[in-house]
């Protein structure tokens, strides 16, 4: 839930005539909390502090009777299933005690739409934390099931099923189900964080912004505000509003009802600190998240990213290997292989990119469209012209900020940088896009205008680049600084690492 980079980013147009979000006090003081609570309770190795606290646990009584027992495996079963269908966070454990119970209930009420409509969300969250993609086609026949029972109306398999087209990367089939699903109840929260993503993804960013304050009018109850804090969050620093989105992220994480939960928006505030290039901080914070939730694989992958950034290579390497070892996704092996790459460990990272190429043939069997990642390790990797071809017919299906900056560098890898600069322009020029701050998006733009002898724009993006983040990559960093050394400027005064 955490993987910021993997969603499209809206444009920053018309920005100056959107007011910013309020900032509140209360905001300010539950940052100051969350931020005391990740330096003493990470620095310390102890269990982490934050506001609210996990219900106090008396100590250990007599063993409870079995109709306690039964009373309290109840309460979990419904906290889980109010998690799922409300689209929160779950733990990976209660999710497959979940999916066990609404198995047996389909099987004995084959007519109970609202069961398999249950069966099929909790599906869908379990394989985006663990590595059974077989859980997708699982879900889709869970979902049509509940609507084949229960009719077009069916709210919650619609949305379903718009969820499930967003974890495969199939937007416009996310637009229509999330549509159809808000025409049959507006006033349902969940129906609205599924179109944004859907719009993004497919380029709307009118729309996804819309939607936005729709969602934010509901005035949605306490259970779910913290999602809703957390969703801003993501749309504010698509517009580029750092500020903001770390503000709602840190409230939401403050807020949350649940370590999985709080785990969830800790990773994503770890992510929006990795992209200013702060590595200490962003690193607190993916350990925080692992340490609530063991089974958060984005964290694990976060902490990989940051500790190589430290210049803690080992840790590094052992924190993306745990991170592979709980999920393994292909964009997390392309990573961990350039890494490798970096090191000067090309059998290892050989067989990183081999992982790669074996999980995309998972993910597509269950349905993902994994063209985008598949582009982009070909533009760097292996075939450009493929690269090219995948990501053209990308861009023409579902043309998101993230598509065409992959569409853009790989026709760059390919000599054609005429066309590359006009995708380049689109993923970072707020006039056309570029309303999220990328160091990754501003160096493949300064490369293409390299050498297109475009020195000073060139000098501008790369700069950008490593003032936003001098620790963007562990292969391209070094690129950027000697593309800029050799077009007569030093990098920012900021300490790079060598």
């Not at 699982?138 to 619609?158: D, I, M, P, Y």
């Not at 503000?247 to 770890?270: H, I, M, N």
């Not at 840790?315 to 997390?332: D, N």
Request: glycine share 8%; net charge neutral.
């Amino acid at each position: 839930m955490c993987a910021l980079d993997n969603r499209p980013s809206p444009p920053a147009t018309s920005l100056l005539l959107e007011p910013a979000p309020p900032r509140r006090r209360r905001g300010r003081v539950l940052r100051r909390l969350l931020v005391v609570a990740l330096a003493g309770g990470v620095a310390a190795g102890g269990t982490l502090m934050l506001w609210p606290r996990e219900p106090h646990r008396a100590a250990p009584g007599p063993a409870a009777g079995p109709r306690a027992q039964a009373a309290a495996r109840a309460a979990a079963l419904a906290a889980a299933q109010t998690a799922v269908v409300n689209g929160l966070p779950a733990a990976l454990p209660d999710l497959t005690t979940l999916i066990g119970a609404r198995e047996a209930r389909v099987k004995e009420q084959p007519r109970d739409a609202q069961a398999w409509a249950v069966l099929g969300a909790a599906y869908i969250e379990r394989a985006r934390r663990s590595a059974d993609t077989g859980d997708y086609p699982r879900a889709e026949r869970a979902l049509q099931t509940s609507l084949k029972v229960a009719g077009k109306s069916n709210t919650e398999a619609l949305s379903g099923l718009a969820v499930l087209a967003v974890a495969r990367r199939d937007f416009p089939q996310a637009k229509q189900f999330g549509e159809e699903a808000l025409k049959t109840a507006p006033k349902r929260w969940s129906a609205y964080p599924v179109l944004i993503d859907a719009y993004n993804g497919l380029g709307d960013y009118k729309a996804a912004r819309s939607t936005l304050d729709k969602l934010m009018a509901l005035k949605a109850g306490a259970d779910v505000r913290p999602a809703v804090m957390a969703r801003a969050s993501a749309v504010y620093r698509d517009r580029g509003w750092r500020e903001d989105a770390a503000a709602q992220v840190t409230d939401a994480a403050a807020a949350a009802r649940t370590p999985a939960e709080q785990a969830a928006y800790l990773c994503q505030a770890g992510q929006l600190a990795w992209e200013r290039g702060d590595r200490e901080d962003a690193l607190r914070h993916f350990t925080a998240a692992v340490r609530l939730d063991p089974d958060q694989s984005a964290a694990r992958a976060g902490q990989g990213r940051a500790l190589a950034a430290l210049g803690r290579a080992q840790e590094a390497l052992t924190a993306y290997q745990g991170s592979l070892a709980h999920r393994p996704t292909p964009q997390v092996a392309l990573e961990l292989g350039e890494l490798y790459e970096s090191l000067g460990m090309g059998r290892q990272a050989e067989s990183q990119y081999t992982l790669l190429r074996k999980q995309v043939q998972q993910e597509l069997a269950a349905g993902v469209d994994d063209d985008l990642v598949i582009g982009q390790y070909e533009a760097d990797h292996g075939d450009v012209q493929e690269a090219v071809q995948r990501l053209t017919a990308e861009w023409e299906r579902q043309p998101g900020i993230e598509v065409a900056d992959a569409l853009g560098w790989a026709l760059h890898r390919a000599g054609d940088d005429k066309e590359a600069l006009r995708y380049a322009s689109v993923a970072t020029d707020s006039t056309k896009g570029g309303g999220v701050r990328s160091a990754l998006y501003a160096f493949h733009r300064g490369m293409i205008e390299r050498d297109l002898d475009l020195e000073a724009p060139a000098r501008r993006h790369l700069q950008d680049a490593l003032r936003t983040n001098p620790y963007f990559s562990p292969l391209q960093t070094p690129a950027a600084r000697a593309t800029l050394t050799a077009l007569g400027d030093q990098p920012p005064n900021e300490e790079l690492p060598q």
